[in-house]
């Protein structure tokens, strides 16, 4: 299993890029299913679940090259023929993205088998709310030996309300709908910028699509797709989590090929922070000089503080002057990082969704267990501060979602060493 081995101390200098967004290109890659036409996706990230969803399309018929070439990350996407509709365990059990399948099949083919995901790090993460919208567009479901089978002769439109704000929730749906016989409208819909990447690469396939990025989506579901050609978004996590490793280490960092607008609610927490951040076109020149002050942060969706930057902010106010109160409300069981940033000397109490950091806590270096894929980033950011040399185990977890990120991280001066490299001698997926 890999691992990385991370000396701390560095400030990180230099410009840093952003890749295109995990969260964006899944919904993509799965909206190729809704089009007999090829469809080109290009700034797809070079990340393992990409890898997994590759596989999910193959085993369903599909054709999919990922060509990685250096510049454009260009993937072409072919499910002319669908031969076999479903999602299968062994794949969906590593992605519960695969669920993000379910509306775009259903929606072509009439039927859709697919596994249900099984529990998850992060808490039961269940999708109750993807069925009850299939179910109100007609959709017949069952469930049978672990896997949901939808089928319908065609989808109908509907009023869907969203109980909760669901982000793969409302792109599985809208990609149902847009096939669907009338019209859709979704209410409490998911504003992030995942869903409005989504829409726009749908209504490039002739979708009839109002409102993605606000909280009502309405949909006129047309009878057939074309393909198209779409660039992913930049990653704003990835970016995130670049930014404050900048502040973390207090370094000069550029951060490029982002898009600082969907990450304004990172930028003022760590400006709150005493963190000097100017945005300059698609970068962000992130500066500090080590000196952070706490502040208090809670998870909400888009556009408040992301979920997906909360362990990464974890690291960071372990070195901030102060406490900071960080509140998760999104997911339940989402401080699994906590335990290892112990194991590193911070000052971490927890009390259900709420965990108080003191701050300036000096962390040393220790051997620790990546968890998910964000609680892995927050370990690297700590090992970059710590005192001497950290081991970070199952690193698999971050290259999830992280595309190569301590070769970027080492072009920018951190001491990041990976032990038994995967990927030299084929191409990181
Ligand atoms: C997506 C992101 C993930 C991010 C999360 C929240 C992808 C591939 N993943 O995950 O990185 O952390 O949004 O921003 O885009 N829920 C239900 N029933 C459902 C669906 C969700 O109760 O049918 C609950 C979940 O348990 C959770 C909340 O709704 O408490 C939000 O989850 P959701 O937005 O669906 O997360 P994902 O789309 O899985």
Redesign the pocket.
Known sequence: MEKFVIRGGNPLLGSIRVSGA??SA??CMAAAILTEDEVILENIPQVRDIETERKLLVSMGAEVELGYGRAQHRTSISCRVLSDPVAKYEIVKTM??SS?VLGPLIARTGLARVAMPGGCAI?????????KGLEAMGANITQEHGYLEARTERLKGAHILFD??????T?DLLMAAVLADGETVMENC?R?P?VTDLAAMLVSMGAKIEGAGSSVIRVHGVDKLHGTRHRINPDR?EAGTFLVAGAITGGDLRVTQCNPAHLSSVVAKLQECGVRLDIEGDSIRVRSEGNLRSADISTE??PGF???MQAQYMALATQADGTSVVVEN???NRFMHVQELARMGANIKVDGRTATIRGKSPLSSAAVMCSDLRASASLVLAAMVAEGETILDRVYHIDRGYERIEEKLRSVGAEVRRLGNIFASKPAV
């Open positions: 995990k969260n899944l919904p519960r993205a993000l808490g039961g993460r269940p999708i109750d709310l993807h069925i909760k704000i669901t982000v793969t929730g792109e998911a992030e995942e996590i969706e888009y992301p979920t997906d999104i997911f339940e």
